[in-house]
């Protein structure tokens, strides 16, 4: 059974940096694309970066490119999204989703696990 576990958010004001953690469990992820999503407040959730856990390969949504990166661990099996200069509009629930069939894709629906999610504000 995959386990995502998200761990790093909090409030911050608008100009910081965080760092999110995913532990992820319960399988060899070397097949996998790992995505980071947000969701605000009364919004869809939102594709944030995905990772291809077996070259590394990235994409971004256009509005965190140049501020976010994402990479991965092997060995600690983690996966991190570094976040700076933070934004009021990045304020939202982030989750951690992995999809097995590593397919690259930017919508939800190609994720089959998910964390809980860790809440991140951005104050102004």
């Known amino acids: 059974q995959v386990q995502l576990v998200e761990s790093g958010g909090g409030l911050v004001q608008a100009g910081a940096s965080l760092r999110l953690s995913c532990a992820a469990s319960g399988r060899t992820f070397n097949g996998y694309v790992m995505g980071w999503f947000r969701q605000a407040p009364g919004k869809e959730r939102q594709f944030v970066s995905f990772i291809r856990w077996s070259n590394g390969e990235t994409y971004y949504v256009e509005s965190v490119q140049g501020r976010f990166a994402i990479s991965t661990d092997n060995v600690k099996n983690t996966m991190s999204l570094q976040m700076n200069s933070l934004k009021p509009e990045d304020t939202g629930v982030y989750y951690c989703?992995?999809?097995?069939?590593?397919?690259?894709?930017?919508?939800?629906?190609?994720?089959?696990?998910w964390g809980q999610g860790t809440q991140v504000t951005v104050s102004s």
């Open positions: 989703a992995a999809d097995p069939v590593g397919r690259g894709w930017s919508s939800p629906e190609a994720y089959t696990y």
